[in-house]
């Protein structure tokens, strides 16, 4: 690849960013709402064993019981697509090509990140 193809590839990754973080602000999840058009996915654990989202471009993980699904949304622009996805054993990598993403439960509740307790 040449050098300028290279540079039009990071070009082309970094459009987003530069054009959404004026409008955003910051990286909060009422902030990232406000940058408007939502492209909501669908995410389901329907397997047996925890299922790791990971959040990419900021690597933030969210864990999800079998049977438990969320919203991952991208807000803002993009390049071409909203997302990016990965399927690993155990893992399910979302790359939110907008820079911009929030992880809700069904009822639109900000859903936590990290692991959570879910003994009884």
Do not use: C
Not at 40 to 49: I, R, S
């Amino acid at each position: 690849m040449t050098e300028d193809g290279r540079r039009a590839d990071i070009e082309r990754i970094i459009a987003p960013l530069t054009e959404n973080m004026p409008k955003a602000g910051d990286f909060g999840f009422d902030a990232i709402r406000r940058l408007g058009n939502p492209m909501p996915m669908l995410v389901h654990n329907e397997g047996q064993e925890r299922l790791e989202l990971w959040l990419e471009p900021f690597g933030q993980d969210y864990w999800l019981e079998p049977g438990e699904a969320v919203h991952v949304t991208s807000y803002g622009t993009w390049s071409d697509h909203p997302f990016e996805t990965v399927h690993e054993p155990g893992r399910l990598t979302v790359w939110a090509t907008s820079w911009f993403a929030t992880v809700t439960d069904r009822e639109g509740n900000e859903f936590p990140p990290g692991r959570r307790d879910t003994t009884p």
